[in-house]
Nanobody, 123 residues
Framework: QVQLVESGGGLVQAGGSLRLSCVAS????????MGWFRQAPGKEREFVAA????????YYADSVKGRFTISRDNAKNTVYLQMNSLKPEDTDVYYC????????????????WGQGTQVTVSS
């Protein structure tokens, strides 16, 4: 098992930047594909980005390509989401997720989840 704790959310003006972090504890961090998702109240959890075990491949939702960057530091058991050029529509709760095998974008396939961190972008 792995436990995930996100941090770095907050309030930012449109056009600004935030960096989210997710620290993992438990089993070997490099054994997991890591993903970021977001969810607004009453809506389905939405894929944002994912990164493979050693960081060799990254995947992004079309809505964030060119603005967000996912990265990981296996020595620190941490995955990051650098968010630039933020827009009001990026306002959501952002969740970190982990799975030992799945590299796709369907949230239900990820086994482990953090508690979420709120990101609010004002216009």
């Amino acid at each position: 098992q792995v436990q995930l704790v996100e941090s770095g959310g907050g309030l930012v003006q449109a056009g600004g930047s935030l960096r989210l972090s997710c620290v993992a504890s438990g089993r070997t961090f490099s054994s997991y594909v890591m993903g970021w998702f977001r969810q607004a109240p009453g809506k389905e959890r939405e894929f944002v980005a994912a990164i493979t075990w050693r960081g060799g491949r990254t995947y992004y939702a079309d809505s964030v390509k060119g603005r967000f960057t996912i990265s990981r530091d296996n020595a620190k058991n941490t995955v990051y989401l650098q968010m630039n050029s933020l827009k009001p529509e990026d306002t959501d709760v952002y969740y970190c997720a982990a799975d030992p095998n799945y590299t796709g974008s369907y949230y239900a396939e990820y086994d482990y989840w953090g508690q979420g961190t709120q990101v609010t972008v004002s216009s």
